[in-house]
């Protein structure tokens, strides 16, 4: 009996025992769980790499709306056309959102920094960016922005029509968005803040998708034509 009630007791203690421990991990966890949105969602500030991904981001949505624009009233392909439209639409969405962003965070439009200087700061262990993509840490801003047309190439287009300037706009489209891909890659290195996370994963998905829509494009138009001026 005596050897009964003991191994009974020492159930009982290991019982006990088991549920503290679960207790404490599961306080501990819910604290640390705590701790870490609290962290992902502190607001960002004036010089962070959120706000500099999103003033610099609206600039190149911007450049993306005008070339956009500006071979939709030339070409007459209903494919090009069509692209062209969506691509306005989306990024002047996403300028829009990014504006957004910074009107709720209480931080100006533009900054005191030079542009891309937040892609000088140094990747967060962890963050969702990589090595090649993202992860090197630049010694001074970019003399210019990843993809960005220069006033050449965009007087360039906008001379253009036809076929010509359905070819200069896929070819300056392509690099444009893949400048974009290595800004949001950049900023998922550099950040955890939900929202831009997001943004970003997002900008990275679509703009892959149609750099490989406008590369077949590109690639079927035909490859004689005579530059065409206005």
């Known amino acids: ?16 025992i088991a549920i503290v421990v679960a207790v404490f991990v599961l306080v501990f966890g819910a604290f ?10 502190v607001t960002p500030t004036d010089t962070s790499a959120e706000a500099g991904f999103a003033r610099d981001m609206q600039v190149h949505h911007d450049q993306a709306v005008e070339m956009s624009m500006m071979v939709r009233d030339e070409t007459t392909d209903p494919d090009v056309r069509r692209l062209a439209y969506d691509i306005a639409l989306g990024q002047s969405q996403g300028a ?15 900054s005191s920094q030079p542009p891309m200087t937040w892609m000088t700061l140094p990747p967060l262990s962890g963050a969702g960016g990589t090595h090649n993509h993202g992860g090197a840490t630049l010694k001074e801003p970019l003399a210019t922005m990843p993809g960005y047309a220069t006033d050449a190439q965009i007087a360039k287009l906008a001379s253009l029509k036809g076929v010509p300037a359905e070819q200069e706009f896929l070819t300056l489209m392509i690099a444009h968005h893949r400048g974009g891909i290595e800004m949001a890659q950049y900023v998922l290195a550099r950040s955890t803040y939900p929202p831009i996370v997001t943004f970003a994963r997002s900008l990275v998905s679509v703009q892959t998708s149609e750099i490989t829509n406008m590369q077949a494009m590109l690639a079927a138009l035909p490859r004689t034509a005579v530059p065409t001026t206005k």
């Open 1 to 16: 009996m005596d050897q009964e009630k003991s191994a009974s007791g020492g159930l009982r203690t290991r019982r006990t």
């Open 32 to 41: 640390a769980v705590g701790r870490i949105s609290t962290q992902q969602t």
């Open 96 to 110: 829009g959102q990014l504006y957004g962003y910074l009107a709720d965070w209480n931080l100006p439009q533009s």
